[in-house]
Structures are given as C-alpha cells and as structure tokens.
C-alpha cells in the first residue's frame, strides 16, 4: 500500500515561491501534484514517473512550477516560484498510477495525501 506525506504548504505573497514535498512510502511509478481550489475541480499541476523521466508542468504553471524527484520517486518535490493569488488551493500529491488510465485525471490515482495549504496574497 502507499501512503504519502506532503509539506511545505503555507500563505507567502505573490511573486513569492515555495517548495512542497511529498514522501512516498511503498512503490508507485508515476507522483503527481494536483491541486484544488475552492469551488473548483481538483486539476493536475505537475506529474513525473519515478524514474524521473516523462515530467508534465499544467500550462498554467510552465515556466513557474518544476516538480523532480530523488530516491526512485521516494521524495517528489514541487518548487513553486512567481506565486500569483490563483494559484492559492489545497494541493495534493498523488501515486500509484493505472497505466491504463489518463496520466492527468485523479480518478487514475489509487493513493492521495492528506493535502497541503498554499495561500498567495497579492
């Protein structure tokens, strides 16, 4: 089973940045972040395979948003820099991927943390 533990969410003011992490317990083959503000959809923000090959940046976050990896997909990081207030959302990271299912639609994701905060004040 896969557990994950994200951190590193917190309120920062625009064009700030922050780093999230996740730590995944258990083998997955591909992490995503994802993210859901309120009243929205939840929607991926940034996915990468284990092996550190194959990332995808949501175009929104391209150019601002770099997810990596290290220890074969153990520890997934989201660096987040030039924060605007629409990013503000819970984001989650996401494992254990259905190969047969769309790389960015959470319903392919079996295991999902807790979530973490992320607030950006203009």
């Known amino acids: 089973q896969v557990r994950l533990r994200e951190s590193g969410g917190g309120s920062v003011q625009a064009r700030g940045s922050l780093r999230l992490s996740c730590e995944v317990s258990g083998y997955t083959n591909v992490v995503g972040w994802f993210r859901q503000a309120r009243g929205q959809e939840r929607e991926a923000v940034a996915i990468?395979?284990?092996?550190?090959?194959?990332?995808f940046v949501n175009l929104s976050a391209m150019g601002r948003f770099t997810i990596s990896q290290i220890n074969a997909g153990k520890n997934v990081y989201l660096h987040m820099s030039r924060l605007e207030p629409e990013d503000t959302a819970k984001y989650y990271c996401?494992?254990?991927?259905?190969?047969?299912?769309?790389?960015?639609?959470?319903?392919?994701?079996?295991?999902w943390g807790q979530g973490t905060q992320v607030t950006v004040s203009a």
């Open positions: 990468i395979r284990s092996d550190g090959g194959h990332t």
């Open positions: 996401a494992a254990d991927f259905d190969e047969m299912g769309h790389i960015l639609s959470q319903a392919s994701y079996r295991a």
